[in-house]
């Protein structure tokens, strides 16, 4: 250590300088050096690695949310998530006893609007999944520029319509899909007289649509699975939607609200009872549109009833734009979630019969 080196030194050269003063003769003598204490020693220091210990910081795994289609809010399956940005397709399907419906059960959200005649039309708009027939396909009408807005520029699978519905789809960001610009997606079938045998095969209307078409945006907030339904217990409702009594019982056994039409089972074509897993009733004013059809003003505000889950939760919708969806609140001010999956949208006249069951 280098105090220990240092003291020997010192010694002898003392020695030496006491030899040169007796002239040189004598011998030099050599004295030990001094014995260091112990304690004024300067500690050692080790050579070794210091020994550390590291604390890692505590880990979470966040999963990502669940891919989940747009107007279902049901988880997409692996492998199918490009079928999120699809444009969606909107069916003008006619309501007849005479003439059923068919493939609107495979629709994610479905429309009951009030047309001319004191009649309802259906526009069914299909995202998640497709359906090769479809019909059967009949006219559009004004009121389907500001209620359809919100899905992006949606592709109109419609029959056309006159001359001033025509220039106002043209005008909008619908996509216009009448027979002029549908090639082979649309077709005639053998099964039924026109005007009520022109069909669509949606699938191949996502392949052969004009361009302009964006993928659409949530219409509906949905709860999470295995959250509590909200609302009151109630089997159903009955809604007068002008001509039409309109009916829906829940059924728990299936989960879906089973739609009646004038005292009788709704049944597509193919015999299939029509079915969702949601009814929304939205009380609409109609003004009196083109050649006096019903004009329903979907911007706004109005009552709202939802039946999700065998429960029921009343409260407002506001829309102040055609490009927004419609915000559902209840009357405690919470937003209304729907369950995940179909959804089925009544639109009936202000002050026309809404009876909750």
Request: proline share 9%; hydrophobic share 35%.
């Amino acid at each position: 250590m280098r105090l220990s080196r240092r003291l020997p030194l010192l010694v002898v050269s003392a020695a030496l300088i006491a030899a040169c003063s007796d002239g040189g003769s004598a011998e030099p003598t050599v004295t030990s050096p001094e014995t260091i204490e112990v304690s004024t020693v300067p500690p050692a220091v080790s050579t070794e690695p210091p020994v550390t210990t590291t604390t890692l910081p505590a880990t979470t795994t966040t999963e990502a949310p669940p891919v989940v289609y747009p107007l279902t809010g049901l988880p997409v399956p692996e492998g199918n998530e490009l079928a999120t940005l699809r444009t969606a397709v909107v069916a003008k399907v006619g309501n007849y006893d005479s003439h059923p419906q068919m493939g609107v059960n495979l629709a994610d959200i479905v429309y009951e609007e009030i047309i001319n005649d004191n009649v309802s039309r259906f526009a069914a708009v299909f995202q998640s999944q497709g359906a090769d027939l479809v019909g059967p396909i009949r006219s559009g009408r004004l009121q389907d520029v500001d209620l359809l807005g919100s899905f992006n520029s949606p592709i109109l699978a419609w029959s056309g319509g006159n001359g001033t519905v025509t220039r106002e789809i043209d005008n909008s960001d619908l996509v216009n899909m009448s027979p002029n610009f549908c090639g082979s997606a649309c077709f005639r079938v053998n099964f039924d007289k026109a005007p009520y045998n022109l069909f669509f095969n949606i699938n191949a209307a996502w392949d052969q649509a004009p361009p302009g078409g964006g993928w659409p945006p949530p219409q509906f907030q949905y709860r999470a699975t295995g959250a509590a339904v909200a609302g009151t217990a109630s089997p159903g409702v009955a809604v007068q939607m002008d001509s039409y009594e309109v009916d829906w019982a829940w059924n728990p056994v299936s989960g879906l609200y089973e739609r009646s039409q004038n005292g009788r089972a709704d049944n597509e074509n193919s015999g299939e009872r029509a079915t969702t897993n949601n009814v929304v009733v939205l009380e609409m004013v109609y003004l009196p549109g083109v050649s006096n059809s019903p004009d329903a003003q979907s911007t706004g505000t109005g009552q709202a009833w939802v039946f999700s889950g065998g429960n029921m939760v009343h409260g407002t919708w506001t829309r102040a734009d055609r490009k927004q969806p419609f915000t559902l609140t209840a009357d405690d001010g919470s937003p209304i979630l729907l369950t995940p999956g179909r959804t089925f949208v009544e639109l009936p006249r202000t002050g026309s019969n809404v009876a909750p069951k």
